[in-house]
């Protein structure tokens, strides 16, 4: 990021930005090598739409660690923080997953990933994605195309290729793009893979991609930083959403607990505002 860069103002205006050498090539590499194993395992996507010489797998958190410093990124968290926060009490992880597109894989349908939940989208974001190339993309091996402005209500639906810009970037960098922004995987015409792993938050109140809690339960998302364990799900979204016997989430972090518990409020403080009133005035009133 240099001279006048903003990454917050490009993805207001274009729905998407690359962050140029955000992180060392050399930590992105170490992480690269690391997924080998799953890569060469996972076999190939069944459908068109995840492509069929494309290889996908998640739960990368725990496949590999070294994700985590990506996931909770600074500069990411704030960026994603700056989109989604204004409309919920906290953000939430959405996804983590690795991408492998194989030579001779088609490009992928345009679409947008907030099309995920069946909501009328209009006045916010409902997603922030991040790709974190492991290879160089090129437009040649399949580099992410993206439709820019296509995030706005007043995109005029122009879907040609002629229309959209290829996302070359390297290891290091950072594409970052919005849950509205028309985009699709390209194609691979090289011989060349093209791997990269695809981070996304979301708005806290949705229901994510990835089922977070059952890809970490508990016995896992304990040995978590309490700031990781938080974002992938386990704490509450006031008011009282996401709660267990009435709690927030994290107490199951902590151990065997009681098998009888008390439930907690959990209000934004607005609500606790107008409830205090409201129980003064029934106090004041017997």
Known sequence: MTGSFSPDSRLDRDGFCIIRNLVPASQ????????????????????????????????????????????????????????????????????????????????QYPHRDHDLWPAIKGGHQFQVN????????????????????????TYDGDTSESAAIAA????????????????????????DLRRGIIVSYCL????????????YPPEVARHFDPELAALVGYAQHRPNLGNVEGRCPSWLLTGDGPDHVAAVDALRPDQADALRAYVQTQRGDR
């Open 28 to 107: 992105i590499d170490a992480l690269d090598s690391s997924l080998d194993y799953d890569c060469a395992a996972t076999p190939y996507c069944v459908g068109d739409f995840f492509g069929e010489r494309t290889k996908r797998f998640g739960r990368l958190l725990t496949r590999a660690p070294a994700t985590r410093a990506l996931v909770m990124h600074d500069t990411i968290l704030a960026l994603a923080q700056s989109v989604l926060s204004p409309n919920c009490d906290r953000i939430a992880l959405n996804l983590t997953q690795a991408v492998e597109i194989h030579p001779g894989a088609l490009a």
């Open 168 to 191: 070359t970037c390297e290891p290091g960098d950072a594409l970052v793009w919005l849950g509205g922004t028309l985009h699709g995987a390209g194609a691979n015409v090289s011989d």
């Open 204 to 215: 806290g109140w949705l229901k994510p991609f990835e089922l977070q809690w059952l890809v």
């Open 130 to 153: 991040v790709m974190w190339p492991l290879s160089p993309f090129t437009k040649e091996n399949g580099a992410t195309r993206l439709w820019p402005g296509s995030h706005r209500l």
